[in-house]
T-cell receptor, first 110, second 116 residues
Framework: QKEVEQNSGPLSVPEGAIASLNCTYS??????FFWYRQYSGKSPELIMSIYSNGDKEDGRFTAQLNKASQYVSLLIRDSQPSDSATYLC??????????FGTGTSLTVIP | GAVVSQHPSRVICKSGTSVKIECRSLDFQATTMFWYRQFPKQSLMLMATSNEGSKATYEQGVEKDKFLINHASLTLSTLTVTSAHPEDSSFYIC????????????FGEGSWLTVV
């Protein structure tokens, strides 16, 4: 079982819709959770970090964490074509090891 | 957010030569840095974990004598691709862990290596 699992997609949503990206992790001792966005040909950039159960909002982005279910998600409201990218979920485990998912490819259709 | 600078952004080298890529954390001290390789349309592949003042830890299948990693200071790690071959052509990305920011990892801009 992989440490972090994501649906590779591709996920397509129309412009203006809500894009929902999901991630599960195996290490129950994980404390820190991150979402990165990677445009084609570029390196990943940090979008959100979340450390406690519940929702964390930043502009059009909302990260949701449920430690009991070992589940973290990213919602993108009012999706724009510029949001089209690969989204990487990352988890900092109990042993301070950092694990990345393989990424979900999102396409926002104008 | 914190800044990690990677240099050069693009490099072309001849087969058999060596090339060095630098990764610097500009506004924080990074005791741990990571080196990744990414082929087009594929996932990030962790090559090695670099700890300041000690030897790097390489992932299985990564040749440590070919990919030399040095982390001599808290703000600088280097990756040297030795005796480069065309199959080493790839996108190399470094990242650094900021302990003062919840262990957040920040990425450098990446380096495109083309071996001809």
């Amino acid at each position: 079982q992989k440490e972090v699992e994501q649906n590779s997609g591709p996920l397509s949503v129309p412009e203006g819709a809500i894009a929902s990206l999901n991630c599960t992790y195996s290490d129950r001792g994980s404390q820190s959770f991150f979402w990165y966005r990677q445009y084609s040909g570029k390196s990943p950039e940090l979008i959100m970090s979340i450390y406690s159960n519940g929702d964390k909002e930043d502009g059009r982005f909302t990260a949701q964490l449920n430690k009991a279910s070992q589940y973290v998600s990213l919602l993108i409201r009012d999706s724009q074509p510029s949001d089209s990218a690969t989204y990487l979920c990352a988890v900092n485990g109990w042993n301070n090891q950092f694990y990345f998912g393989t990424g979900t490819s999102l396409t926002v259709i104008p | 957010g914190a800044v990690v600078s990677q240099h050069p952004s693009r490099v072309i080298c001849k087969s058999g030569t060596s090339v060095k890529i630098e990764c610097r954390s500009l506004d924080f001290q990074a005791t741990t840095m990571f080196w990744y390789r990414q082929f087009p349309k594929q996932s990030l592949m962790l090559m090695a974990t670099s700890n300041e003042g000690s030897k790097a830890t390489y992932e299985q299948g990564v040749e440590k004598d070919k990919f030399l990693i040095n982390h001599a200071s808290l703000t600088l790690s280097t990756l040297t691709v030795t005796s480069a071959h065309p199959e080493d052509s790839s996108f190399y990305i470094c990242s650094a862990r900021d302990r003062n920011s919840g262990n957040t990892i920040y990425f450098g801009e990446g380096s495109w290596l083309t071996v001809v």
